[in-house]
């Protein structure tokens, strides 16, 4: 339980910031950098409350290991 917990918090937090952010390597120096061309649509809705069902999810797995 407690690395499918980890897992669906890295899926949560990926599922949030690879909709709005983009990694760009500049200069050696990985960094992320807004969108341009982000636009806020019912996908995005979709997947922000996707990605936070999935981090409350793994961070009650968690818990529940923790405890159990």
Do not use: H, P, Q, W
């Not at 922000?48 to 009650?60: D, K, M, P, Q």
């Amino acid at each position: 339980m407690l690395i499918i917990g980890i897992l669906f918090i890295l899926f949560g937090m990926y599922v949030i910031i690879s909709d709005k952010y983009k990694l760009v390597n500049n200069n050696g120096v990985k960094e992320f950098v807004i969108k341009e061309e982000f636009k806020k649509d019912r996908l995005y809705r979709y997947k922000i409350a996707l990605g936070l069902f999935s981090t409350v999810l793994g961070v009650f797995s968690i818990l529940n290991y923790i405890i159990y």
